[in-house]
């Protein structure tokens, strides 16, 4: 055990972990043994092992160069500088600017000259300068926001089809939406030439659904008449939207199944599913359930 422990020098040990603040891991490489063995002589040669957050600062610092502290930072902030500026500055984030004042019992919202500064004119100019580094990566992280989002939502409208009816009928709505807006004359509607309801029987993708030519805006009166009817055809439809068919419209795979009252094939919106009606439903069970137990 004794030649172990020499393995590591007591005296090595505390110039590696205590001044120069090197971490176990660190230590463990130079000298080619395990991180848990550097450990176990820590705690035999009696050395103060830090806790995670001190080995988190001594890694700051010696990456940083120097110690940062809240006076150093006050200095900063005392010659008008903000918060981000002062970051910027030292080379660190925002919030380990807050955190090292914090520590310190400064609270940052709570000075009066930053408050003054925070709601001065040059804060408020600084986001007008298109040319700032600041100004260029928020406009950058906004535009990448933007597209990710817009590709999202133009592959939900391309497969809505392929889902629930409810969530094509949405998909529809609000490519009408995004055209023309959301406001609408008093009492009028956009209603789609070729209904929502045969789109999605027939496989139409909800863009080409929702294409201008198939729109039209009628009154809220005229269009709970028309219903799910169509007034013109799929191929005009595709004609019209200059689409091929052929490539474009996607099958559905409709699931029939047969009613176990009336034999009648009908199209199977769930598994469960057992009658092709309520109707059906409530006979069946009026025969098979209550039936039987007046009968017993």
Not at 157 to 167: D, F, R, W
Request: glycine share 4%; hydrophobic share 25%; proline share 3%.
């Amino acid at each position: 055990m004794a030649h172990e422990k020499s393995h590591i020098p007591k005296e090595e040990l505390i110039e590696l972990y205590i001044n120069q603040k090197l971490s176990m891991e660190k230590i463990s490489k130079i000298y080619n043994c395990s991180r848990t063995k550097v450990t176990n002589r820590l705690k035999d040669y009696n050395i103060p092992i830090r806790s995670l957050t001190e080995a988190r600062k001594s890694t700051f610092e010696r990456e940083l160069g120097f110690s940062l502290t809240a006076e150093m930072i006050m200095e900063k902030i005392n010659k008008g500088l903000l918060a981000y500026q002062v970051a910027e500055y030292f080379g660190v984030s925002s919030k380990t600017i807050r955190r090292i004042l914090k520590d310190s019992g400064i609270k940052l919202s709570n000075l009066e000259s930053h408050l003054k500064l925070k709601n001065s004119r040059a804060s408020r100019e600084r986001w007008k300068d298109k040319d700032s580094p600041q100004n260029k990566k928020q406009i950058a992280r906004l535009k990448e926001a933007n597209k990710r989002k817009a590709e999202e939502a133009h592959l939900r409208y391309e497969t809505a089809h392929l889902k629930s009816y409810k969530e094509y009928k949405r998909a529809c709505a609000r490519i009408v939406d995004k055209l023309y807006g959301t406001d609408r004359p008093d009492g009028m509607e956009y209603d789609h030439k070729y209904s929502v309801h045969d789109g999605y029987i027939n496989g139409v993708p909800a863009p080409i659904l929702s294409h201008p030519f198939n729109l039209r805006l009628i009154t809220a009166f005229e269009n709970n008449s028309k219903g799910n009817n169509s007034i013109i055809t799929l191929e005009e439809l595709y004609q019209g939207t200059g689409q091929p068919w052929d490539h474009t419209i996607k099958e559905i795979k409709k699931f029939t199944k047969t009613c176990e009252y009336c034999g009648k094939e009908f199209r199977q919106r769930n598994k469960n599913h057992k009658f092709c009606n309520r109707k059906c439903s409530g006979n069946w069970q009026y025969h098979n359930k209550y039936k039987n137990k007046t009968n017993s």
